[in-house]
Every structure is written in C-alpha cells, then in structure tokens.
C-alpha cells in the first residue's frame, strides 16, 4: 500500500480499495477522474458479478461468438496470454470450479456461515482449459464452449492498473501511482526519491503489520496471497487461487508473492502462477528476472532475483 505521506485519495474499485497518488498535488483531481472512468469501463466489460457486463454476456452465449468492446476483448487476449507464459498455471477457464467452490458472488458478499459453498469441487475433466477460448480480434467476437465460464480476476484488475496509471498521466501530466487493492502500477516519473510503499500480505493492513518498506521508480509490483480471501466450505476452508490442474485452491507453501514487472499485469500473472506453482516458483522467478518477495505458510520470507532489503529502492 502506498504511503499516506503522499498526495493521493482512497477511493473503493473492484471490490476493494484504491489508491491514486500523484507527484504534483494539483492534478490529483483530474487523476482520480481519469482513474475512475477507467475503472467503469472495466467493471462493465469484466466483472463475473454483474449480469449486463460484457463478461457474462460472453458466459451466457451457450458456445456463440458474442461481439465485445475493445476493453474486454484486450482483457481477454492479457488472460490467455497469461495462460502461455504460464503453461496453462493462469487459467482464466475456472470460472465454474470458482463457482463450485463458493466463490460466485462479491467477496466482501460471501456470508461466513452461509452453506452456498458446499457444492462439491469439480474434477480435474471439468477445468476446459485456455486453448477451448477463441478470440477473433478482427471481428471483435469473444466465444467459448458451452458451460464454460470465464473468470478473469487473475488478470483484468491488473491490466485496469496498468491502463489507469497510464489514463491518469495522460491529463495529470505528472508522475501517477495507482494501486487496486495491493496491485501498483505507476506511469510517467516517479519522486525523487521513489514511491513508497509498504508490502504486506493484506493491502487493507495498517503499516504497523508485518510487511516492508520498499521504493519503486516505474512498472508495477503485484501481490497475490492464499491468505486473504478465503472462505469456509464443506471440503474445508478454500481461496480464490484456484490450480487449473485439480479445480481446487492451490494447495501452496506459500502464504504471499509479491513480485515487480515492467507492467502491474505481468507482475500479477507472476505472483499468481507463484502461488499455484509452490516450491519450482522461486528458481522460475530467477530465471525470469524477476524481483520477489515471498511469504512462506510458517512466515518465513525469501527474496528472490534481487528483491531489496528494507527501505531499498526497486
């Protein structure tokens, strides 16, 4: 979370909370303006929760090309490229094993003593995979099988960071930090001394929790967790990192990874394949360069790939 010593707002997006900080005080309205049509756009494209967003259009469409905007088809093309990077570890087909664990609801609408997630996990047969998703970027046409429901929470909140930063800079004309729920992106030049931000395993904590103080200059830093938002079910209790392999969620040593990339989308599909992965994720993240801290289930943090130490710039 970015440091309260800046000029920002808090604002609510996605189902959680936003922050908008900007170099320049006097254009933080016009920031917060560019950042909050961004999030509209992206809310009635993407949003699994609400039955007119072109999302669940595409989900009803009983294997019918359905014809989307642009924001949607590019949110579509971020998750299956996703699913490339990732050998298929970043699925955005879970939707129904999302649903059969609970999880077809808001978050913050999941009661914790409702029984609506004791539906039964679905078998490794059921997750469809990326490859059954056609795009046709010419026609602007999104199709998917029949029954097959698309979830693209691992990637669309991202890429509305990403496209919100840049949005933002446009018309603020200084350097713009933007962060939905934990994940940061940041266009045009930072402060002298960098942004600072406080990475902890919960983005709504108080700086006080367990966490550390870093600085970034440019690209993105995401955070995923198996911790966070998680909820009771009759198989016990699950998250919504859901392993495409078994269509449950990730059975992980890892509590969180936070990672940072050029872009807030790729340290996203990063931190999330980490999660997924467990014990091949740091060796992976190594090779890719790509800088990491994670949290293991007892506590226990690593850093990889030239993660700072305390206060250190990234």
Request: negative net charge.
């Amino acid at each position: 979370m970015p440091s309260d010593n800046l000029d920002s707002m808090r604002l609510e997006a996605f189902g959680g909370v936003a922050v908008v900080a900007v170099a320049d005080a006097a254009a933080l309205s016009p920031a917060v303006d560019a950042v909050k049509r961004t999030v509209a756009e992206f809310d009635l494209a993407c949003s699994r929760f609400r039955d007119d967003s072109e999302l669940s259009a595409v989900n009803r469409s009983s294997g019918q090309p359905v014809r989307v905007g642009r924001v949607l088809l590019d949110a579509v093309g971020a998750s299956l490229r996703a699913a490339r990077l990732t050998a298929g570890d970043v699925d955005p087909t879970v939707g129904e094993a999302m649903i059969a664990l609970g999880y077809d609801r808001d978050f913050d609408l999941l009661s914790l003593d409702t029984d609506a997630a004791s539906a039964s996990v679905l078998p490794v047969a059921a997750i469809p995979g990326w490859r059954t998703v056609a795009v046709d970027t010419e026609r602007s046409t999104v199709r998917v099988p029949p029954r097959v429901v698309l979830d693209l929470g691992a990637t669309a909140k991202a890429l509305a960071a990403d496209r919100a930063a840049a949005d933002a800079f446009a018309v603020a004309g200084c350097g713009v930090l933007v962060s939905f729920s934990g994940d940061i992106a940041i266009a045009g030049p930072a402060p002298p001394a960098g942004w600072r931000v406080r990475v902890t395993d919960d983005h709504r904590a108080g700086v006080e929790a367990p966490g550390q103080w870093i600085s970034l200059h440019s690209g993105g830093l995401a955070t995923s967790s198996s911790f966070v938002r998680r909820w009771p079910t009759s198989h016990g209790v699950a998250h919504h990192v859901v392993d495409p392999s078994t269509g449950r969620s990730a059975d992980t040593l890892w509590r969180t990874a936070s990672v940072t990339a050029r872009t807030c989308l790729d340290a996203n599909i990063a931190s999330i394949a980490t999660i997924v992965r467990g014990a091949p994720a740091p060796a992976w993240l190594e090779q890719l360069g790509l800088p990491s801290r994670l949290v293991g289930v007892d506590g226990t943090v690593l850093h990889v790939a030239g993660w700072p130490s305390e206060g250190d710039d990234l």
